[in-house]
């Protein structure tokens, strides 16, 4: 579903990125991982059309990014929820935007299916951080997107909410699966969620390392299974 | 009971001033009692009324005037960079201009009626909405201008469904500070050359050196404005129940 070849990328003489090469089949969920400043932002603003490589080339669905487009959603650090919009009229900003017809029905099952049943009429300052998030990824899911790009997404919230949003995600992607692109570095979520992690290494980010894992799902937090491959990646990024 | 302390307030006021009009024996000419003022009202009540609303009307109209002007100006000024840095500096040093100094050309130009005073009131009015819709837009966060970016938003969608929305609580900022330059600018109208209006009344009295009557024209004016302003601010709640600033105010 996406197709990274070959793609540097530098801003104001930091070169961030340098030959990344990356494939993410279509129901598959990839976690980046690395130390901050490492270009794993920037890596997904790229395929997300947000920025322009600098050298080589973005495939999605076959076609190259050259701009942001409607199938491919972006979800980000904070959620960046219209304060003035009710939770309903910000999840179903997107299909406005994008001029997909009344998904009025859609966005309230998916409102019901993140717990924000009775919510729709609300503000988002009445809700709570997480609460908050959910709305978020309803709003990133309302378009179907065929590849969903995520930007730490639970990085401002507290360890509880985090798992449980985790969790959230997971059930999202197993009733559903897509091409997914996850960036953290919480090793943790990655491990939780991913089919594969890549390892980022700093200054210019290039793949250090790509850990296959090969676990049932659903997989939950804290099963001894995951654990070994959070120390193997522990390692992996002491070196990266 | 906090409804009740701005009334409190001046009560307190008015009757320091009956006090200090008694105590010092102050000419009514110069400074005439609260009861001088009423009895002043109730001898021309419906002449006062008449001459408050032409006021009224005059700076309600060249406000919605200047909304209708002023929001889509900043609209312009924040899209393209070359409009801004072309006419910025120029409404600046329109607005550097005191009003005072342009008031007897308007009145040249425009006449003694309501026309030249609706252009007073523009006048005065203009530069808050425009800077504060235009700053209210500029300062939307980034990370929501990059939410529609990743939308592939059109610009029309990013002013009218983001940045406008977004400078809401800002222009409304703007629109306090220009309702109360309104009365302002339209009494500074009347002053140069009217035959109508409180200002006009006030000039009048002043030179038949009816103080009470200038009194009782200056309570009105101060009524209008505070009505205008509570006005706007209920305005505000309604409108703009997501902004902070009703919490503070």
Redesign the interface.
């Known amino acids: 579903m996406i197709t990274i070849s070959g793609v540097s990328h530098s801003f104001g003489g930091v070169h961030a990125l340098d030959g990344i090469d990356l494939e993410v089949g279509e129901h598959e969920f990839v976690a980046v991982i690395g130390r901050s400043g490492c270009g794993k932002s920037t890596l997904l603003r790229l395929v997300?059309?947000?920025l322009s490589p600098s050298a080589g080339e973005i495939l999605v669905a076959g076609s190259p990014v050259t701009?942001?487009?409607?199938d491919v959603?972006?979800m980000?650090?904070?959620p960046?929820l219209?304060?003035?919009r009710t939770v309903l009229a910000n999840v179903l900003?997107?299909a406005?935007?994008?001029g997909l017809g009344d998904q009025r029905d859609r966005a309230h099952e998916l409102l019901e299916l993140a717990g924000l049943g009775g919510f729709e009429k609300r503000?988002?300052?009445e809700l709570s951080g997480g609460m908050q998030q959910r709305v978020s990824l309803c709003r990133s899911l309302i378009q179907s997107p065929r590849v969903m790009l995520v930007d730490e997404p639970f990085s401002a919230l507290d360890a509880i909410t985090r798992t449980e949003l985790s969790e959230e995600l997971q059930r999202v992607q197993l009733a559903r699966p897509r091409a997914v692109v996850f960036v953290t570095h919480s090793i943790d979520e990655a491990v939780l969620l991913a089919d594969r992690i890549v390892v980022l290494s700093p200054r210019p980010g290039r793949i250090h390392r790509v850990v296959e894992v090969d676990l049932p799902r659903p997989r939950a937090l804290g099963q001894v299974e995951l654990d070994e491959v959070s120390r193997e990646l522990r390692g992996l990024l002491a070196t990266a | 009971m906090r409804a009740a302390l701005p009334v409190l307030g001046l009560l307190a006021i008015i009757g320091l001033w009956w006090l200090a009009t008694i105590v010092f024996g102050i000419e009514p000419l110069l400074v005439p009692s609260p009861a001088d003022v009423v009895v002043s009202f109730l001898e021309l009540p419906g002449y006062l009324l008449e001459q408050t609303l032409i006021t009224l009307w005059e700076a309600v109209s060249g406000f919605a005037l200047s909304i209708v002007i002023g929001v889509p100006l900043a609209l312009l000024i924040v899209g393209s960079s070359v409009l801004e840095r072309m006419f910025y500096p120029l409404l600046v040093a329109l607005n550097a201009v005191p009003k005072v100094a342009i008031a007897p050309i308007v009145v040249v130009w425009f006449g003694f009626g309501i026309s030249s005073k609706v252009l007073m009131v523009v006048l005065v009015c203009i530069f808050p909405i425009v800077i504060s819709t235009a700053s209210g837009m500029k300062s939307t966060?980034g990370?929501?201008v990059?939410?529609?970016?990743?939308?592939?938003?059109t610009r029309t969608?990013e002013f009218f469904?983001?940045r406008l929305?977004?400078a809401?609580p800002q222009i409304f900022v703007g629109l306090k500070v220009s309702i109360t330059l309104a009365v302002i600018g339209a009494v500074i109208g009347e002053f140069v050359g009217a035959d109508a209006g409180l200002g006009y009344v006030i000039t009048v009295s002043g030179g038949s050196a009816d103080t009470s009557l200038a009194f009782a024209a200056m309570a009105l004016l101060a009524v209008i404005s505070v009505a205008l302003f509570y006005l706007l601010t209920w305005a505000e709640r309604k409108l703009?129940?997501?902004s902070e600033e009703h919490r503070v105010l």
């Open positions: 997300a059309g947000l701009r942001p487009r409607g959603s972006v980000f650090q904070r960046a219209l304060p003035w900003l997107p406005e935007v994008l503000l988002p300052h | 966060p990370e929501l990059e939410l529609f970016r990743s939308l592939d938003a969608h469904k983001l929305w977004h809401l703009v129940p997501w």
